[in-house]
């Protein structure tokens, strides 16, 4: 993996570095799809994504909301094995280490961290037995594929120019951009390289006067914000996933491309009543494309065991 720590020159630039791993998925990319696909049962297709006025309304759910109660969590043990295994291999040394578990551990205590992220689960695979099996047609229910063209969400990424802009003269207004597009690391192997990397050069600058603001506990929760919804257990791997996770603050910020509320119908989504206080978790943020970033849409009448479908829709 190419260290994007080489040119590093003080701890502020090591922070803002660990914010390059999981690169972008880009249409420039060689190893990059055409189209992203979301499984589903037909029960929550219908709430999904919606056709209105010429304009695509796709729904976004919140990480607390999924099934899996660890989703945002499986990065913590990670990062404490590799934190340690730095410190046995000697690239850190045991002060260092105990700063960096003791603001892992703090920031795992920490409640409410997870309620402003909504998530878009993705595939590249438009034919995974594994995702028609569990997601489309679990329990042998109809279900469905739905296929999103790649460049009309690669195409959000404009959207975080204001929000993380790097240049000689600026710093970024936020540690992190507050858009994501991107695959979703299954081997520990490859984010362990990362973490070396950075700890390696933080370490380097860990005494350096002229960036005393910055300190462990910002490159410990750098890694946390940016990794903890792309950094998953192996046993998912089959899913290869891909995820669209979104900061719900940018609904004030782009309220053309996201909204609590669905357009398509003047009911608001069931807790928005509920929502007058920012500190009132929404199940589901609202995101809107043109009707053409729809691929396609391909009906399971039944279980996958089956393999039967449906005509697909374009």
């Not at 260290?3 to 630039?13: I, L, P, S, T, W």
């Not at 600026?170 to 973490?195: A, C, G, H, M």
Request: neutral net charge; charged residues 25%.
């Amino acid at each position: 993996m190419k260290n994007v720590y080489q040119h590093a020159n003080c701890f502020d630039d090591v922070v803002l570095y660990s914010t390059f791993f999981c690169e972008e998925l880009g249409t420039e990319d060689p190893n990059s799809t055409l189209a992203l696909y979301h499984y589903t049962n037909w029960e929550v297709y219908t709430s999904f994504i919606r056709k209105f006025h010429g304009e695509l309304e796709i729904r976004l759910t919140n990480i607390t909301a999924f099934d899996d109660k660890k989703e945002g969590y499986h990065v913590f043990p990670v990062l404490y094995g590799i934190f340690l295994e730095a410190y046995k291999d000697q690239l850190i040394d045991r002060d260092f280490c105990c700063q960096l578990l003791q603001e892992l551990c703090d920031c795992n205590k920490q409640k409410n961290q997870l309620r402003k992220w909504y998530v878009l689960s993705l595939s590249d695979e438009s034919d995974c037995p594994y995702l028609k099996e569990n997601y489309a047609c679990k329990n042998r229910k109809p279900g469905a594929i739905i296929g999103l063209h790649t460049l009309a969400l690669t195409d959000l990424r404009f959207l975080n120019e204001n929000a993380f802009l790097i240049s000689q003269n600026e710093q970024p207004k936020r540690d992190t951009p507050n858009i994501f597009l991107r695959r979703v690391i299954y081997d520990k192997s490859v984010f362990k390289e990362f973490v070396y990397n950075s700890l390696k050069s933080a370490y380097k600058f860990r005494h350096q006067i002229a960036c005393s603001h910055y300190s462990p506990h910002h490159l410990v929760r750098n890694f946390v914000d940016v990794y903890r919804l792309y950094c998953k257990d192996s046993n998912y791997k089959e899913e290869k996933e891909v995820r669209l996770i979104v900061d719900g603050n940018v609904v004030k910020e782009y309220p053309a491309s996201f909204s609590f509320e669905t357009r398509c119908s003047k009911l608001r989504s069931r807790y928005s009543d509920k929502c007058q206080h920012n500190d009132v978790c929404r199940e589901h943020l609202y995101l809107y494309l043109p009707e053409s970033a729809l691929y396609h849409v391909e009906h399971l009448s039944i279980s996958p065991a089956s393999t039967s479908t449906s005509s697909a829709d374009n």
